[in-house]
C-alpha cells in the first residue's frame, strides 16, 4: 500500500499560519490560561495582548489535551493519510510531546511517529519544514524520512537571551541557567539548549548590547564556508533590535536564507518581553 504522510507539528514552531497553509503543515495550539477566560496560541491571542496585561496578571500555559490530538490524528486517518510524522516542542520544556506519544500509542488505523525536537520557536519550525519536504519529494519510505528527521535534529542550533530571567523561573522552565548574582552585576546569560531538550548558560555578557553583539560572534564561530545555512531571528516586543542583528549577520556569505519574526504569545509567557533568540541551521546539500 502506497504511503500517504502527514506532517503535525504545534504552535511552539512560530511557523505563521500562511505558512502552515502554503506548506500543508498541521499545527495543534497550545493554551495561554488566565485565571477567568483561556486562549488559543496563535489563533485568538497575539502576542502583544500577552505583553500588554504581564503587570495585571502573567498566565499560565498547557499542552494540547489528548482528545485534542486524537481529534487531528483521526481526522489525518479519515482524510486518507496512513502515517504522520508528529513533531514538538522539547519534552524538557512542555508535555506535549508527552500527551502526542500516548495518543499515538493507542490510536488504530495510521502509523504515528512522535519526535522530540528537543528545541523550539524556529528551530522546530525548521525541522517541521525539512521534513515536509522530503515528504513531499515522495522518494523516501516513512521510516526514511524518520531517520532523516532525527539526523536533521544535529544540524539545528538555537541561541537567546531575555532581558530578565523572572520568567523563565516562574514558570518552572529555567533548566540548568543560573543567573541571581548575575542580575546584579548585568550579566546576560546566552542561553541554549542541551542534549536533554532543556536550557543551560552557553555563555554570559555583561549587559544588553554586549549580548546581541555576541550572537553575530557565535554565529561566525559556528558556520562553515564550505557549507550553506539559514539564520533566523526571533523576538518577542524587540523587533527593533531584532532586525538590526539579523541585518548584520545576513552579510556572512555562508547566510543564504533568513526568516524574522515574533515568538508565539505562549512562549512570551516564559520569557517576558525583551527576547531575542537565533537559529542557525545548516541548508541541504
Do not use: W
Not at 481529534?71 to 500527551?99: C, F, M, P, V
Not at 527593533?240 to 505562549?266: R, T
Amino acid at each position: 500500500m502506497k504511503e500517504k504522510i502527514a506532517v503535525v507539528t504545534d504552535s511552539t514552531s512560530d511557523l505563521r499560519k500562511d505558512d502552515l497553509l502554503k506548506y500543508g503543515i498541521n499545527s495543534m495550539p497550545l493554551k495561554v490560561i488566565y485565571s477567568d477566560r483561556q486562549y488559543e496560541d496563535r489563533v485568538d491571542i497575539t502576542p502583544a495582548e500577552v505583553y500588554n496585561n504581564m503587570e495585571k496578571e502573567v498566565p499560565t500555559t498547557s499542552m494540547p489535551s489528548p482528545q485534542e490530538i486524537e481529534d487531528l490524528y483521526s481526522k489525518l486517518r479519515e482524510e486518507g493519510y496512513t502515517h504522520i510524522i508528529s513533531i514538538h516542542i522539547s519534552a524538557g520544556l512542555s508535555a506535549t510531546y508527552s500527551n502526542c506519544k500516548m495518543v499515538a500509542d493507542q490510536i488504530e488505523g495510521i502509523e504515528v511517529k512522535v519526535i522530540d525536537s528537543k528545541m523550539l520557536s524556529m528551530a522546530l519550525g525548521r525541522l517541521v519544514l525539512y521534513a515536509k519536504k522530503i515528504v513531499d519529494k515522495g522518494q523516501y519510505s516513512f521510516a526514511e524520512i524518520v531517520e532523516m528527521v532525527e539526523k536533521k535534529k544535529e544540524k539545528i542550533e538555537v541561541f537567546f537571551v531575555v532581558e530578565t530571567l523572572k520568567y523563565l523561573k516562574k514558570g518552572g522552565r529555567i533548566g540548568k541557567v543560573s543567573g541571581t548574582i548575575g542580575q546584579l552585576l548585568n550579566i546576560k546569560p546566552i542561553i541554549s539548549i542541551d542534549e536533554d531538550g532543556v536550557y543551560y548558560t552557553f555563555d554570559k555578557v555583561r549587559g544588553r548590547g554586549r549580548s546581541l553583539k555576541k550572537f553575530f560572534q557565535i554565529i561566525k564561530s559556528r558556520t562553515d564556508q564550505s557549507k550553506e545555512y539559514s539564520v533566523d531571528v526571533m523576538h518577542a516586543a524587540a523587533e527593533e533590535e531584532g532586525q538590526k542583528l539579523l541585518e548584520k549577520i545576513k552579510v556572512l556569505p555562508e547566510v543564504k536564507e533568513s526568516y524574522f519574526g515574533e515568538i508565539s504569545p505562549v512562549m512570551v509567557v516564559h520569557t517576558g518581553p525583551g527576547l531575542i533568540g537565533v537559529v542557525l541551521s545548516e541548508l541541504d546539500e
